[in-house]
């Protein structure tokens, strides 16, 4: 009897036998293997019709529980997770779920990939990431066995982005200040420039990590879907200076705000002390990167300090 395993259609290795004859008959390996040859029954294993090969929608489903779940080398966070879920099913799925995965050419990836850009106007950076996905949907079936190529290696897309930073001089970052009136907007954006912490490390702090006589803010979690997550990296766990026109503003913040016990969030709105302890998650609605520019600092502001170079707009209506 040999017991061989073949993927079904739905991505499960299932196991099936074909009877070759007695013992007595072939009392040998070498006998055995050269009735398999006779009969072509390896011939027949490996020529399996599409119907026994996985499709892409259960390598796709398969990839999203391997590569997200215990197997996984690199955790990832709720903010991919959520990402590529999208990638996956609103798009990848969407387009080739019903063929069977080994039997889609590359070239048919690289023109829908292109489509994407010229009729759905999709940037090739986002593009990009999509092709990132479906080969790495391709290298945990293959590493599962669920498939035995990848046909996005050969796959070619565009990783051009329009996005352009702008540059805030000192003056105009001054100048924004000015306008902020709400001195919880005006305290928000200060310690975005004077600390170039993205927007979920700026919502998790709590009065706790400003340490105020070392003169610095610990930074140990991030705000991601309602809780408290580690840090994106860990390079990212560890203090920010504290300057002390900052420190001034953050302590004529605590004097105003309701909320000034050492468990507090810093930056929780004092309207929505009944309805919510947390922070409102739409805070920030866009905070760049940690691009940051040198500013020539004057009278309290400490020498050689950083300012970011940030682009910012503040929900004003709570």
């Known amino acids: 009897m040999l017991r061989y395993r073949v993927a079904s259609a739905d991505g499960r290795r299932v196991e099936h036998n074909a009877p070759i004859g007695l013992v007595q008959k072939f009392p040998k390996d070498e006998d055995v293997w050269r009735e398999i040859d006779r009969l072509g029954i390896l011939i027949r294993i490996n020529d399996n019709t599409s119907s026994s090969r996985i499709r892409f929608n259960s390598l796709a489903e398969h990839y999203l529980k391997a590569d997200f779940g215990s197997d996984a080398v690199r955790p990832k966070s ?36 292109k489509s994407l850009n010229t009729e759905s106007k999709l940037a090739w950076a986002t593009i990009e990431k999509m092709r990132g996905v479906m080969s790495r949907i391709y290298k945990v079936g293959i590493l599962h066995e669920q498939v035995k190529k ?38 928000l954006v200060l310690t975005c420039a004077a600390t170039a912490l993205c ?13 105020w006589l070392e003169e610095r803010i610990r930074v140990s979690k991030r705000w991601a879907s309602g809780k408290d997550r580690e840090t994106k990296t860990e390079a990212s766990d560890g203090y920010v200076p504290l300057h002390p026109v900052l420190a001034n503003h953050l302590q004529q913040w605590r004097c105003q705000t309701p909320h000034k016990k ?49 682009v910012t707009r503040l929900a004003t209506g709570w």
């Open 78 to 113: 709720e903010n991919t997770t959520g990402i590529t879920e999208h990638i996956v099913r609103d798009y990848l799925i969407a387009r080739w779920g019903g063929e069977i995965a080994e039997d889609i050419k590359p070239l048919e990836i690289q023109r829908w990939l």
């Open 199 to 211: 927007s979920s490390e700026i919502l998790a702090l709590r009065w706790a990590d400003i340490l």
């Open 150 to 187: 990848n046909p996005v290696m050969h796959v070619e897309t565009r990783s051009k982005s329009h996005y352009r930073a702008i540059v805030i001089t000192p003056a105009q970052t001054f100048n924004i200040l000015k306008t902020l009136k709400n001195n919880l907007h005006h305290t």
């Open 262 to 310: 050492d468990t507090d969030f810093v930056f929780r709105p004092s309207r929505r002390a009944v309805a919510s302890p947390y922070p409102p998650p739409y805070l920030f609605l866009t905070i760049s990167g940690r691009l940051r520019k040198q500013l020539e600092c004057r009278s309290r502001m400490a020498r050689g300090s950083d300012f970011t170079t940030f």
